[in-house]
C-alpha cells in the first residue's frame, strides 16, 4: 500500500511539475497551462491508439 501511495504522489508530482515547467517557460496563467498539458496528453494518448 506504501509504494502505491508513493507511485500516486510521484505522478502527481511529476504532472505539477510539468504544468509549472510551461507556465514559467511560456510565461502564461495556470488555467492556460492546464490547457496546454491537457492538449499534449491528449494527443500523446491520440496516437498511440492510431498505432
Do not use: H, P, Q
Amino acid at each position: 500500500m506504501k509504494i502505491l501511495f508513493k507511485l500516486a504522489l510521484f505522478a502527481i508530482l511529476t504532472i505539477l511539475g510539468g504544468v509549472a515547467f510551461i507556465r514559467y517557460t511560456y510565461n502564461c496563467s495556470w488555467k492556460e497551462s492546464f490547457d496546454i498539458a491537457d492538449e499534449f496528453v491528449n494527443d500523446l494518448l491520440d496516437s498511440n491508439r492510431r498505432s
